[in-house]
């Protein structure tokens, strides 16, 4: 049994949602260590918001970025050390506001990565502003009187650019979480999951979620059309059932493969060597 744990003090509200995120992610670490996976191997990555603090709290190499700037950094260290698992953690405001960008070429060029999006649908760190994924006439700090514009469907988003796994799970539903996460970290290429994590202080959905989401049953995850249908069934506004699960995969070339065949990036050392030999003539 490995030590995940930190001597780092815990600062989430009580009951937030972020508990589940972090307990099912200390389980599939754990169970890819049982099977031979060295965690030395696995990099996280943060961002900014109530969700970042989850690198504080496991005992694995991890790196704190910048608002929105998860996907870029988990990208430069798939890109130097291909044998390394690069799993990033952002929330709605982080990766699907400020760095949406960002997400849209990582799944274009299905890079290796995985992304865990803490998706609470209200800024927490910051006191409850709205967020791409909040309803129509979400009343927080900075919309007192209700929010004009509608919610982005991330997935659908996500779907359209290229991602090759999308996922969705509840913090309330445990055991599917860590079924997904394992699924996506041993995906090749990009994979995404949206995870929605309630925020107890600022946005308590857990009802709300609880009276609309299912289990997918008979999927086909690998059909394409099926999946965008599924990924419409609920559009972060309407009233429609939620499912949750894995809603695509498919399999395609990767971007750190692609770098390594063209083999432009990575003969760094050699392309530094001729260079000053020939400064030197
Ligand atoms: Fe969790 Fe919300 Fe508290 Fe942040 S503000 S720790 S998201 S409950």
Known sequence: MINLNTTCPNTWCIGCGNFAILGAIKAVLQSLADEGLPLENIVLVSGIGCHAKIVDYINVNSFYSLHGRVVPV???????????????????????????????????????????IHNNRVYGLTTGQYTPTSPLGFKGRSTPFGTKELPINPLEVMLASGATFLARGTSHGLELLKKIFKEAILHKGFSLIDVLQVCVTFDNLYEYYDKRVYELQDHKPWERQEALTKIREWNYNNDGRIPLGVLYRTEAPTFDEECKMGNKIFDRDSKIREYLQRSCL
């Open 74 to 116: 988990a990208e430069a260290i798939k890109l130097s050390r291909s044998n390394v698992k690069v799993i990033g953690f952002s929330g709605d405001g982080d990766s699907y506001g400020e760095g949406m960008e960002h997400l849209i070429f990582a799944a274009k060029r299905n890079i290796d990565i995985t992304m865990i």
